[in-house]
Each structure stands twice: as structure tokens, then as C-alpha cells.
């Protein structure tokens, strides 16, 4: 069975070690917030400017100037600290950041990321993303393996607007964790009840399929 | 020290000098920390031709968006259109230029823009349509793409308290873009929720020192919050 | 949040790792703001062959001076020698290497090297000897050199307050280069006046997010005043 | 009669005007602070990071942790703000302080300076003269218009390492005002009791004398 968007996030979160910075991109990656194994910490970075972001607020903490990247009303912990936008960047760019998960419409075996941009259809802009990718140590996609007209999302080569060159090492998807090298996604999980030949079936690009894969741990 | 004295009465003053072509860079991030009234009064004064650089461009009918329905801008410096459907709408149709700039880039600019650094090399970006026409250079084997920096004739910026002096802070993440928009515009104009006496900020605590004011305004802020999400029980 | 705590009980375990021939950047402005204990350990664990990068090599006998002494460093990059004899004694005689770095060239090498930054163009040294051996590229009409940013193996700073997690302020103009050599180190050592309960800080006002330091030290300092210079009556 | 430091620095006060922000060097510049005209105010920037400096302190406010670029004891002003090196220049860099003023060995006609190394002789270092010189909006050098075996400082080009190129506009030494443009030194004051010929005698560089140089007024 392919997995929720809850189980994703689930298998992301244990990606994580105690005392990790992490940069989680909206949608399923802000779900593995919920799901941090409680024998350790992360910290998350909003690229906005806040660093020690908390959950959201209930009713008579609202504050307008206390919102995430996603510019959702959120609350700090304690301890956080905060900056302005360059200060922010400067942290993503510079390497400070252990972890950014984020989405992406195409990803490919050169570890080439396509998430902002469908010509003539989605201008959204790139916000954050294109720096996230250019300066985090580690950076995991999430994403369904496949659109929902069954057309795969791992690619030989990227057909949309880049994100990023180069730069993702892991992806973890409804069906499989990968991980991307040497021109190829290298399979190292497939998730309960998911067979391999429907992953093969639906990467589009190299796959390759060492002996060891073994079944996800959620 | 009356010729530090950076306080101006009503928002006329705030602008004075605004005119038509002119390049506008503006703080805050979505709705978070934008200088409302001083907005208004450009919307107010009906200059046009603007070029505005902003990581967003408000929502329909607040914040930087209202400079849109009466066409005032003609070209946005942005990482993020949104959900702003108008803005959405002038792109596709071509009647709004749009520089989609990466978040970090366009933070990144403006404060060398304010630094005196007029370029420099940064990895986001390369190899995607951003890094398109831009000089690439490798530095220890990874490849960055040079770019320059942004300074405005106007920079517009919303603080939470400043003194009479200029010397600014900013609240939470309101403070976002608002500090290197402060540093880049030939003329500074600072929007405040409170005008406080010089020496109540402490020296070290002072985000904005008053040297990149030119005029501060006691503003009024509706402070519209654009996605309400409340925690679970 | 214990895989947060950053705070180290000794000096020895503060330096851990530092090594023969490795990059260390120090804080600090003349004899302010300096992180006197983490420097005597230096001298103390004997490494030599050290690049340091600081605004100053303290003086004869105090701060970054000591290490002089014994001939541990094999090369400074400095804005000024000062009135640091033997500073200037192993300069003139070829025993110590001397990168002279503008001041403000050097504070922006290290904020571009902990901020992604590998090179930047400033308008500082260009036509002087800074500027020799440097690409120079016009922008606007005016030339600019290339200055490349700076990393270390360590670096060393001298906070007035932290938390566990490693959130730093400083006091006064003991901030200087402190902010920007946290930034610029693989691994980043502060020694602080105070180690205090994380949300003390106020989360706007922290200098140095925790995300830059590895290891919190309390000290012990003399802050020995360089120029003692009063008022007149 | 040439100046005394105190009144080349009082003649360095009336550049300045309401509201200025200004960088004053060590030595003579440093002085020109006690002779700000009572009408008006400047504020004082120190590179080491404090913009806002006030007087040297009495004995119970010493603190360690106030100094200004010359390394000495000092004080803030109520109003001042405090900030770090990087930020400190990218406020020289950018443009944003008025004046600044600092002493120099030599100056040409082609606004070139050499302020901080005398080869073989002193290495002292540029510290921020380089930085200030090239980012300052207006910069004012003063010194003695000829060093004490009576050489002048007032070349046609510099011979000592240069600190800044293209970047002086105006001298104010002991004997006289000058502007520096179109590759000559513009003599545009005279201290009293100075002649015209002493200052020519005392200028290695081209020095045009208009009609109009008219008498100090201190």
C-alpha cells in the first residue's frame, strides 16, 4: 500500500538526529514536525527569519508579526531566536542548516530538483527554495512517486524549470526511500506491502535495485 | 540635535519626492510587517511607472497589492507571486514585468546594495533559469553565479518602535526584509507603531541605527493576518 | 532538548580538536571583546603553525601577544599591527607571515564565509597594495577588486551572555568581529561573562543564533583596557 | 603664522553641518569633535562599531567594554546604537557617513593618499583608512602641509604605499585649505598670517592659486 502523506512525514522524521537544524518546506515536510521520535530534538528554521519554531498558536496567542514561511500564524519556543531575512539566508547558504525537506514536481538521477515553476500554467516563484537546495548539508524530497496520472516523478532528466543542479541525495516518496548517485536513484526502502516491480514500474529514470532493500520502519 | 530630528507629521511629507519611474524597494514578508500607510500614500498619490522590489506583492486589495489595480507598477522584484491573483493575472497577461529573484538573493542584494558590495557570487540559482545570462565562476570546484546588488530611490519599511533619531527595532518576525530595505534607499522612510525618546532602545538591541533614516511616521496598522491556523486541542 | 546543550565544562574540552597548522579565527577588537581563556588554552595545548585571522594580535604579553611568544602562529591576517612589538619585530624579520586585510574587507571575508558567500567585489584597496594580483571589474563606472571570503577550522569568540543552546549577546563595542568569526568556524567556540536559562535572551535582540556555536564556556576575564583615557574636569 | 592641531581641527569643525554624520581619525581629526559650532550637532561614527560616540569618560564609567577605533575609554551618547564590525562598514562601504576625516603622509593632485605604511621603516597596518576612504561621501585630509625636515606632503604623486585612490577632495593643513580636482591642488584659504608664496614653496604638487583665496576664519 502506498503510504499517507502522514506516513511519509513519519519515515522522514526518523531521518533526524538529536540536536539537528532542520528547514521543513510546506506541505508533507511540515508534517514531519509532528512526528520527531521523542527521545530526541530538532530544531526548525523558518526561512523567514526564526529559528526554534514552535506549534501553532491557540486562539489568544495569535500575533500578526509571529508567522512562518508558509505565512501561517506559529509561536517560537523557548530559546528561539530571531532575524532579519539576510541573517536567514545567510545561515541556509552558509551550510548552518543539517537538514531541508522539501516537495518537488520532477526530481532526476543527476539529483536535479524541478519544484516552482509549470510554463504557462503555475508562476508561483521559487521563494526560498532555489537557496535551500544551493546550501543545505542534507536535502530530502518527499513527494508521490507518481503524479496522479500515474506519470512518474523520478526522471532521467528533469522536463521543468530547475530548482537546483546537483544537489538532492535522498528521496522518500509514498512507495520508497532512494537514495540519488551516480546517475541513478539507488533503492533502498520500499514501503509495506509495495512491490518492487511497481516501483520499477513507476520510476521513470535509472533505477538501480541492490539485493539489500529492505521494507520501510515507520 | 535638532539635524537628527528624522520625525515627520503626516504621510505627504513621508513621500515627498516620490515620483513617476521611480524605484520603490519595500520591506515585509507576505503581510507580515508592511509599512501599511506608506503604501497607501503611494496608492494616494498615483505615481507610476514604479518598479517595487519586495519578496511579495501583498495580497488582492491590501498591502502591496492595491498599487496593482490602478496599474502603478510596472515592474516587481519578487521570489514569491502566491496567491495573489491579480499579480498572477498582470504576469501571465504581460503587464507586469516580474524579476522572480530567490529569497535569499533578493535579502541578499538588497544589503549589498546598502554595503557598498555592488556584486557577488552565490550558488543558488546556478544551472536553473535564474542563473540564465549570469556570469558563473567555480570557486574550490562549485560552480556560483555572480549577481548585483539593488538600491532604490525610496525605501519604504515598517518598525515597531524607533526613536526621533531613526534608531529602529522590529518585532518577531516582522522584521524580515525591513532591515536591509532600510539600508538601501536614497531616501528612508521608516513606518512605526511607537515613536519612542532617544535612549529608551538600548544601544546594543538597535536593529536599524538611524544613520539609513531619512524621515520616521507614526503609523496606523491594520495588521491583516493572511492564514490564520490555529494549534489543535 | 538535550542534543542542544552546548555548554562545555573546561577549557581543554572547549579546544578539543584544534590542531598543528590549522585556521583559527579570534573576536575581538585590540584587547576588547576578546576570549582571553580560550586563547591561554591555545598556548597552553602548545599548537603551532596556526593562521590566525584577527583584527589585532592583542599586545606584547596579553590576548592573541601570548601566542607570539612561542612562535605558534605561522601567519596573521590582520587590519593592524598596532603597537604590538614583538608583533611587529617577527613581521619585519620574515618569522611571521602577515596578511594585511582592510578592516572592513575583513570583517566581510568572514561574514561571506559563514554566509555562502565565496567572493565579493568592494570598492576598498583598489589602486593600493590590497588591491595587487586581485580581478578588478567595473560596475557603474567605478573599479572594484574581488575579495574572496574566509573559513576557519575554529573559531574563537567572546560573548557577554549565552544560553545552552548556544544564543549569544555582547556588550557594548566588546560585539566587533565576535558575530561574524561565530559565523566563519567549523567549529565555533564561545567564552562567556554569563551562561544563562534559554528564553532569558529575548529571541529578537540574540546576536548570534545558536545554530553558529558548538561549544559555550563560562570564563574568567581580566578585560584589560589598552588606552585608558578620562575625561577632563 | 602656521596652525596649531587645534585650530586645524577648529577649521575642520566648520566643514560640518547640522545633522552630518562623521568618522573622525586619530590625532588632529579626533580633536576637530571639541569644535563643533554650538548651533548645530554631528554625530560621531567609531568603525569599531558604535555610531553615536560621546566623551572620554570620568573614572566610574570606565568599562572594558567601551572603546572607540583608537582604543581608547569612551562613551555613548544617549541615542547611540551599537552594532558589529561587518555592519559598522557596510555603513562606511555604503556611502551612509557624510564625512570623514583623516590625517595622511602624503597626498597628490590626483587625490591619491598614503596613510599607513612606510616601507622598511613602519607597518602599522591600513586598520579601516582604506574601507573609509573609499566609502565616505566626503572626505577631508588633514596634516602639516610639510613634514619636519620641511618636505612636502603635497606631491604631485604619491611615492608610499597608496591607501585609496581618486578619493581626496580636501586638504586642510597647517598653512592652508585646497580642493583637489582636474590633477591640481585648488588653493582656496590661507591660515592668517600665512603668504601666499610660503604656500607655494611648500606645495611639490601642481597648485593653482585663484584670484579669490581668501583668509582662514577660525
Redesign the interface.
Known amino acids: 500500500m502506498a503510504l499517507t502523506r502522514d506516513q511519509i512525514a513519519m519515515r522522514v522524521a526518523k531521518e533526524f538526529k538529536d540536536g539537528d537544524y532542520v528547514n521543513l518546506g510546506i506541505g508533507i515536510p511540515t508534517l514531519a514536525a509532528n512526528f520527531v521520535p521523542e527521545d530526541i530534538s530538532v530544531m526548525l528554521q523558518?526561512?523567514?527569519?526564526?529559528l526554534g519554531m514552535g506549534?501553532?498558536?491557540?486562539?489568544d496567542e495569535?500575533?500578526?508579526?509571529?508567522?512562518?514561511a508558509?505565512?501561517?500564524?506559529?509561536t517560537?519556543i523557548t530559546g528561539a531566536s530571531?532575524?532579519?531575512?539576510?541573517d536567514?539566508?545567510?545561515m541556509?547558504?552558509g551550510g548552518h542548516v543539517d537538514f531541508t525537506v522539501l516537495g518537488a514536481f520532477e526530481v532526476d538521477v543527476e539529483g536535479?530538483i524541478a519544484s516552482w515553476?509549470i510554463p504557462g500554467k503555475l508562476?508561483?516563484?521559487?521563494?526560498?527554495?532555489?537557496?535551500l537546495v544551493?546550501?543545505a548539508k542534507n536535502i530530502i524530497v518527499t513527494m508521490t512517486h507518481a503524479d496522479k496520472h500515474g506519470n512518474s516523478k523520478l526522471l532521467q532528466k528533469c522536463t521543468l524549470?530547475?530548482?537546483?543542479?546537483?544537489c538532492i541525495t535522498r528521496i522518500i516518496t509514498d512507495l520508497a526511500v532512494m537514495e540519488v548517485k551516480d546517475g541513478a536513484f539507488y533503492l533502498t526502502e520500499h514501503a509495506p506491502g509495495v512491490s518492487i516491480e511497481e516501483i520499477k514500474e513507476k520510476t521513470a529514470g535509472k533505477l538501480i535495485v541492490p539485493d539489500n532493500v529492505t521494507e520501510m520502519v515507520l | 540635535?535638532?539635524?537628527?530630528n528624522k520625525v515627520v507629521d503626516n504621510y505627504w511629507e513621508a513621500m515627498d519626492g516620490l515620483q513617476d519611474n521611480m524605484t520603490v524597494i519595500a520591506g515585509g514578508?507576505?503581510?507580515?510587517?508592511i509599512p501599511e500607510g506608506l503604501i497607501t500614500q503611494i496608492k494616494e498619490m498615483g505615481t507610476s511607472g514604479l518598479t517595487v522590489v519586495s519578496?511579495n506583492c501583498g495580497v488582492d486589495g491590501f498591502g502591496l497589492g492595491i498599487l496593482l489595480e490602478d496599474r502603478q507598477i510596472k515592474k516587481m522584484v519578487?521570489?514569491?507571486?502566491?496567491e495573489n491573483a491579480l499579480f498572477?493575472q498582470q504576469?501571465?497577461n504581460g503587464e507586469l514585468e516580474v524579476e522572480?529573484t530567490?529569497?535569499?538573493?533578493?535579502?541578499?542584494k538588497?544589503?549589498?546594495?546598502?554595503?557598498?558590495?555592488?556584486?557577488?557570487?552565490?550558488?543558488?540559482?546556478?544551472?536553473?533559469?535564474?542563473g540564465e545570462g549570469k556570469e558563473v565562476?567555480e570557486?574550490?570546484g562549485?560552480p556560483?553565479i555572480m549577481e548585483?546588488s539593488i538600491t532604490g530611490d525610496f525605501a519604504i519599511v515598517k518598525a515597531?518602535k524607533a526613536?526621533k533619531?531613526g534608531?529602529c527595532?522590529?518585532?518577531?518576525?516582522?522584521?524580515?526584509?525591513?532591515?536591509?530595505a532600510a539600508?538601501a534607499g536614497k531616501i528612508t522612510v521608516v513606518e512605526v507603531e511607537e515613536i519612542v525618546e532617544?535612549?529608551e532602545l538600548e544601544?546594543?538591541?538597535?536593529?536599524t541605527?538611524?544613520?539609513?533614516v531619512d524621515r520616521v511616521i507614526k503609523g496606523q496598522f491594520e495588521?491583516?493576518?493572511?492564514?490564520?491556523?490555529?494549534?489543535?486541542?
Not at chain 1, 46 to 50: A, D, F, K, W
Request: glycine share 14%; net charge neutral.
Open positions: 523558518s526561512e523567514n527569519g526564526l506549534r501553532y498558536p491557540y486562539e495569535i500575533d500578526a508579526d509571529m508567522i512562518n508558509g505565512k501561517e500564524t506559529v517560537a530571531i532575524f532579519n531575512s539576510a536567514s539566508f545567510a541556509i547558504r536535479n515553476m508562476i508561483k516563484g521559487m521563494g526560498g527554495a532555489m537557496d544551493a546550501g524549470p530547475l530548482t537546483g543542479v546537483n | 540635535m535638532s539635524g537628527f514578508f507576505g503581510l507580515c510587517g519578496n519578487s521570489s514569491y507571486v502566491g498572477e504576469l501571465l522572480l530567490p529569497q535569499g538573493t533578493l535579502a541578499e538588497m544589503r549589498a546594495g546598502g554595503a557598498g558590495i555592488p556584486a557577488f557570487f552565490t550558488a543558488t540559482g546556478y544551472g536553473t533559469p535564474v565562476r570557486f574550490d562549485r556560483y548585483e515597531w526613536d533619531y534608531n527595532i522590529y518585532r518577531h518576525t516582522a522584521q524580515n526584509f525591513n532591515p536591509m539600508t532617544p535612549g544601544a546594543s538591541q538597535i536593529h541605527p538611524g544613520i539609513y495588521k491583516r493576518i493572511e492564514r490564520q491556523v490555529l494549534a489543535k486541542n
